[in-house]
Every structure is written in C-alpha cells, then in structure tokens.
C-alpha cells in the first residue's frame, strides 16, 4: 500500500517470515475523537460503515466527518485500527472500483490494518458479489490490506458439521469464484440459540460459549475447508442477545487460549463499549455492559491474552 511506511513493509515482510501474528482488535462503536488511546488493546475495529462505498455513513455521521475526527487521532496515539462496515441490520455496497477507492483513500495511514465486511443480511448474492469483485481489484492496488468477512455461524456438535449459513456460503462461493486468495473469515461466536446439539456444544443445558467458539472453528475448518490461518473469532461479551448464551471471563480465556494453540487469523470481541459492569441490575444484553459482575477493562485484558 503507498502510504505504508518502510518500517511497516519490513515488519509485515517478517511477521510473513516468521507465521502472522494474532491480530487482536475490540470492536468500538461509531468511533468518534478520542477513541484512540495509547496503551490500550493492540487494535481497535471501528464499526460500522454503512450505504454505497465512497459515499457511506456512519450512522449520521459522513465518512469524511469520522475520518477527519479519528484518523489523525489514531496515528498520534500509536493505535492500529480497523475499518467494518455493515453489521447487524446494516447494509453496505460496492458497485465501482472508483468507490471502492475513495472508501479506502479516506482511511488511509499507516496505522490502517484493514477493512472488514461484516455481513449478515440485506444483501442479495448479486451485491455479494458485486462488493467481491471490487475488493479483488482492490488488492491488486493494494496488496498489503488485510480483508476479513464477519459471517453468522453455528457451531453443531451433533456431526452434522453445520456452520456458515446460507448468506455465508454465498459469500463463500463468491470469494472463490473470483480468486481472492488470502481473505479471513471471522466467525461470530455469539447468540448460538437454544442449548441443542444441533446449534452448539451444550453443557449444563446451555451452549458452552468457549467450547462452542472452537466446535464453530472446527466445522468451518472440516466442512468448507478454509484453512486456520484464514479463520479468526469474534464473541459477544456477557449476556448476548440469545439470553441463554452468557460469554463469562472464563469463556474468554478459554478462547484466548484456543486461538493461540489453533493458530488462528485473529480475535476480537463485541464490544469494548461493553465492557464494564452495568451501573444498575440490567437483564438480557445491554449495549453500554456486560450484564455480569466483571470490572471495566476485564475482557479486554483476558482476551487480550491471545495476542500475546
């Protein structure tokens, strides 16, 4: 990429060298001036872009307005960050390699690890693809940016080795199909359902949360066959939407640990807004904490743990 420096070249020429290090990365909402914060996690995924690339949204925001507030920000702060876009109940497209372009120019430093399609629904398989092929021309511009997919998965313990859903596999296929090689798909290691077989790996009848993360790596791994270098995880801290699934701090380290021993691409978590004890008794999933009686900062050092 042009605006790497050459310090970075080197260092990314050897983590190649050396087997890529566990990229580990919080999600923050809507990333806004002084998000950036030195010393903190070793990455931090802004989400999420939304709308047409080149002229998306963050929410009400314009891109230009969340780049101009947080780019220079993170750079000053040493802060490595990534870009997602889409996300749960938003849509994000791409229909010219020139959008795609000033989607990725407005991002741009040297503290830009990637960009992340977080895609779970609104989408047909001709925008799929449409968004496919424009990230493969980009990589030929740019051939250092990491590109990741955050796709839904089951994690069937019941042999049936069921995973990617049916938008997944799209996205799958699709990324096949026109040759972009080296793309990571993050699992969503979250709202299992139900405490059945079929979804995930029970215990106590209810989804082992950690047990399930790695049951959800192994079936993607047997099933569509992607390589564990290509896989990484993102869990929903605390209480999740699906009630039943409590993502606990023993949940976190367990999955730390198995992404460092499995060797996987990455691991992140929703969401570093989270992650902190509710102020108030709050049940079910709350966006501003975790639901459980864990200090502020606790999973971001326990997960943080697999990077390390």
């Known amino acids: 990429m042009r605006w ?23 999600y923050q909402f809507l990333p806004l001036a002084g998000a950036a914060r030195a010393g ?14 080149g002229d998306e949204k963050w929410g009400e925001k314009s891109g230009q307005e969340i780049a101009d507030a947080n780019v220079g920000a993170f750079v000053r702060a040493g802060t490595d960050y990534l870009i997602s876009t889409g996300g749960g109940g938003g849509v994000f497209t791409c229909a010219s390699d020139a959008g795609m372009e000033r989607f990725i120019a407005r991002y741009a430093s040297r503290r ?16 799929v693809d449409a968004l496919v092929k424009r990230i493969v021309a980009a990589k030929r511009r740019h051939p250092r940016l990491r590109i990741s997919f955050t796709v839904a998965t089951h994690a069937a313990s ?10 997944g596999e799209t996205i799958l296929d699709s990324v096949r199909r026109n040759g972009l090689r080296d793309a990571v798909f993050n699992l969503m290691v979250m709202d299992f359902g ?22 959800a790596v192994r079936n993607v791994h047997a099933k569509h066959k992607i390589a564990l270098a290509q896989i990484e995880l993102t869990a929903m801290i605390g209480v999740n939407d699906v ?9 976190a380290r367990a ?3 198995a992404v460092r021993s499995m060797k996987l691409a990455g691991l992140h978590f929703w ?38």
């Open 4 to 26: 790497l420096s050459s310090g970075i070249v080197l260092a990314l020429a050897m983590a190649c060298a050396q087997g890529a290090p566990v990229v580990y990365s919080p």
């Open 40 to 53: 903190g996690p070793g990455a931090l995924t802004w989400a999420f872009a939304t709308g047409e690339c």
């Open 112 to 127: 830009l690890i990637g960009l992340d399609f977080d895609i779970e629904a609104g989408q047909t398989p001709q925008q």
């Open 158 to 167: 019941d042999g049936s080795l069921q995973s990617l859903n049916a938008l």
């Open 194 to 215: 139900a405490g059945e077989a079929r979804y995930c790996v029970v215990r106590d009848g209810v989804c082992d949360m950690a047990a399930s993360a790695v049951q």
């Open 243 to 251: 009630v039943s699934n409590v993502f606990t701090l023993d949940d």
């Open 255 to 257: 999955v730390a640990r």
């Open 271 to 308: 969401s570093l807004d989270r992650d902190r004890p509710c102020k108030t008794p709050t049940i079910g999933a709350d966006p501003s904490c975790s639901t459980l009686d864990a200090g502020s900062g606790a999973f971001e050092r326990a997960l943080g743990r697999a990077s390390r």
